[in-house]
């Protein structure tokens, strides 16, 4: 049926051809990734939404390749999961995530927790509390300071299975928070049976307010989690008037541009000692 006068068929098998060689070439690249240090991690603050102050940190990977560039990380962590790379990639996530923070502590700087986040295969691996915890003795890093977010896509299984896990990692003193909330298979049953602590109220529900949003999903959020005793973050926050309807509405903490996008390490250093004077 491929005829065409115009060439648009042509393109069209072209620019297949073009994007399944591209992802081969991804793929190749990605399993040596970690080897050749090409990730790294950035950090975006999380704010008190009355004080403003700082009050955690969410541990972003970038990945840098000499070849093809920055990679998204919406790119590169469908394809880790698909190739079965991304234990490997989360678990060196999470050891360079806590291995960052004891330098911040050991500078002297405040003492909080930096979340990293879980895909839900990782999740779903038995060896997952096993792996953090020789982590956080690696570290020496008390649990506390390490939080983990899962999308609601990681809570489909048995509710039994699911809380002996969430609990393990509680019993380290580990803050489970779900991510995204309210874009995935969401349930109000996670939030009545599950071991949780932190909502994060995905950006989709407050990135057009005021002008195409009345909000009024966020704030249904805010008023669910307190009504069910969760903290609340929430995503994407670029405007002063986006915050100031989050306080409004009793969201304890801010993770958007409006404070800052997420940045190196060296960026975080310079802020916390300021928040520190
Ligand atoms: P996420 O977990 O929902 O992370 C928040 C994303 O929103 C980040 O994108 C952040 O840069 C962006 N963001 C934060 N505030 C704003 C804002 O005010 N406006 C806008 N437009 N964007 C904002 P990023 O860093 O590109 O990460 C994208 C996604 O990739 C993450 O979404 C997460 O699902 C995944 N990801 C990132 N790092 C990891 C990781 O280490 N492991 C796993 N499994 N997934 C990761
Ligand atoms: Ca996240
Ligand atoms: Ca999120
Ligand atoms: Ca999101």
Redesign the pocket.
């Known amino acids: 049926a491929a005829k065409s006068n115009n060439g648009n068929y042509a393109f069209y098998d072209e620019s297949i051809r073009e994007q399944l060689q591209n992802d081969v070439k991804i793929e190749t690249l990605l399993r040596t990734a970690i080897d050749n240090m090409e990730l790294s991690?950035?950090y975006?603050p999380q704010h008190d939404t009355k004080t403003g102050k700082i009050i955690g940190l969410?541990?972003?990977?970038?990945w840098n390749n000499d070849e093809i560039g920055q990679v998204?990380?919406?790119v590169f962590?469908p394809i880790?999961?698909r190739l079965g790379l991304?234990d490997q990639?989360?678990r060196w996530?999470m050891l360079e995530a806590c291995k960052q923070n004891k330098k911040w502590q050991k500078l002297g700087l405040p003492k909080i927790p930096v979340s990293?986040?879980?895909?839900p295969i990782?999740f779903k691996n038995r060896r997952l509390v096993d792996d953090i915890k020789s982590i956080l003795q690696e570290c020496g890093l008390e649990g506390k300071y390490l939080g983990v977010?899962i999308?609601e896509n990681a809570l489909v299984e048995d509710i039994k299975d699911i809380n002996k896990k969430l609990s393990s990692l509680k019993d380290m003193g580990i803050k489970i928070s779900i991510?995204?909330f309210g874009t995935g298979y969401s349930s109000l049953r996670y939030l009545r049976d599950l071991n949780l602590d932190v909502i994060?109220i995905?950006?989709e529900f407050i990135?057009d307010y005021p002008e195409k949003d009345d909000g009024s999903i966020t704030k249904i959020i805010l008023n669910l989690a307190r009504e069910l005793g969760y903290k609340t973050v929430s995503?994407?926050?670029?405007t002063q008037e986006q915050l100031d309807f989050v306080n409004l509405n009793g969201g304890d903490v801010i993770?958007?541009?409006?404070f800052s996008?997420?940045v190196s390490p060296e960026r975080i250093e310079e802020i916390l000692t300021k928040q520190n004077e």
């Open positions: 991690l950035l975006q969410e541990a972003l990977v970038r998204s990380p919406f962590i880790a999961e991304i990639i989360g996530v990293v986040n879980l895909s990782q977010e999308t991510d995204d994060k995905d950006r990135k995503e994407g926050v670029e993770q958007g541009y409006f996008p997420p």
